[in-house]
């Protein structure tokens, strides 16, 4: 079964500041990895998103999330946070190899709350 | 273009009242998927609808709940005999296709209070 850890819930960082937010995963084979971003009272925005190809993947707002197999990690960063960006962020797993809804669902982590301090 | 529609944003219902939320994916998207976010439990796979094939319904949590999709495109998700840990934000999305590579575009869901 594919499982994704944020073991962050909650992230402060000053504004103009490099943030990260940290992920890791567990599927069985090679993993599709997504973030999303959820803005109060609002649905989930696609920010990017790893398939194969470079571990340095960029997305929308400045983002970028670098794949790392051997640690199982998809870290969200950005060189210089805005207050703007503070929101709630998610990872996300698919497992393209996984049987029936393992395959197409989303399995996401539980959400690290990111606050960007003025 | 439009993004994917869901009513109504808000539901206040009563203890054992059934209830429906809609989902009006984007158009041109054959996948449809609806989760279920709750503090508790964070953000749960309940049910996959892929064109015209039979909905993948293993991630509903009782009976109490099923879904349609008719023609392809509006979704329904209805809930019977409502219970209080049946309140959360439902979120509906919508994929152009069903490749796992595929990005699933979300609603903005509906947020349900059972009383």
């Known amino acids: 079964a594919q499982s994704v850890a944020q073991p962050e819930d909650q992230v402060n960082v000053a504004e103009g500041n490099p943030l990260t937010v940290k992920c890791t995963y567990s599927?069985?084979?090679?993993?599709?990895l997504f973030w999303y971003v959820q803005y109060p009272n609002r649905g989930l925005q696609f920010l990017l998103k790893y398939i194969t190809g470079d571990n340095l993947v960029k997305g929308s707002y400045g983002f970028e999330a670098e794949f790392n197999k051997s640690q199982t990690s998809f870290h969200l960063k950005k060189p210089s946070a805005l207050v703007s960006d503070s929101a709630l962020y998610f990872c996300a797993v698919r497992d393209p190899l996984g049987s029936g809804a393992g395959s197409y669902q989303l399995t996401f982590g539980k959400g690290t709350k990111l606050s960007v301090i003025p | 273009g439009a993004g994917v529609s869901q009513s109504p944003s808000n539901k206040v219902t009563e203890k054992g009242k059934d209830v429906e939320l809609r989902c009006d994916p984007i158009?041109?998207?054959?996948?449809l998927y609806w989760y279920r976010q709750s503090l508790g439990q964070g953000l749960e796979f309940l049910i996959y609808f892929q064109g015209n094939s039979a909905p993948d319904k293993s991630g509903l949590p009782s009976d109490r709940f099923s879904a349609e999709r008719t023609g392809g495109s509006v979704s329904t998700l209805t809930i019977q005999r409502t219970q209080q840990e049946d309140s959360a934000v439902y979120l509906c999305?919508?994929?152009?296709?069903?490749?796992?590579?595929?990005?699933?575009?979300f609603g903005a869901g509906t947020r349900l209070s059972v009383l």
């Open positions: 599927v069985s084979g090679n993993p599709y």
């Open positions: 158009s041109g998207h054959t996948a």
């Open positions: 999305a919508s994929s152009y296709g069903h490749q796992a590579k595929n990005i699933q575009y």
